[in-house]
């Protein structure tokens, strides 16, 4: 989720609050209540997502420490991640981890290993985007 759809979810909550009479007659106590549950329910998803966003930054910074480097091969990472059993919700492929990362302005980029060409992640920043060690820095 991005940051402007976990906004949509916390803005959804502040509606469905404002939605309450603030004096009601008995009847309506049962709506009210409704919508109390329901402002809750919005705002505790709001919270599984601002938590789960900086998830994988954390589960990064210690796969970084682990193996003490600068950069890893996509390919490693999620290798590492599905080893130690510590990627949040779904199952995270390529496409799932450049999107999170993404949210905080970590993109994949290209760089060498030995000879061969890899795509990977860089605690440092290129041109096209911040490096982990920002992110890191900034959301953790």
Do not use: C
Not at 43 to 68: N, P
Not at 88 to 116: M, N, Y
């Amino acid at each position: 989720m991005t940051n402007a759809a976990i906004a949509i979810w916390r803005e959804a909550a502040q509606i469905v609050r404002n939605m309450q009479t603030h004096t009601p007659p008995a009847s309506e106590d049962a709506w009210n209540f409704a919508l109390d549950r329901a402002s809750k329910a919005l705002e505790q998803r709001a919270a599984e997502l601002e938590r789960g966003d900086t998830q994988i930054l954390s589960q990064l910074k210690s796969l970084f420490d682990k193996f003490q480097t600068d950069r890893m091969a996509t390919k490693d990472i999620l290798r590492e991640l599905e080893k130690n059993e510590v990627s949040p919700g779904a199952s995270l492929d390529s496409r799932r981890l450049s999107r999170e990362l993404a949210r905080h302005g970590v993109q994949p980029v290209t760089f060498k290993i030995g000879e061969s060409a890899t795509k990977g992640y860089v605690t440092y920043p290129t041109k096209t985007q911040v490096g982990l060690a920002a992110a890191w820095r900034q959301y953790l």
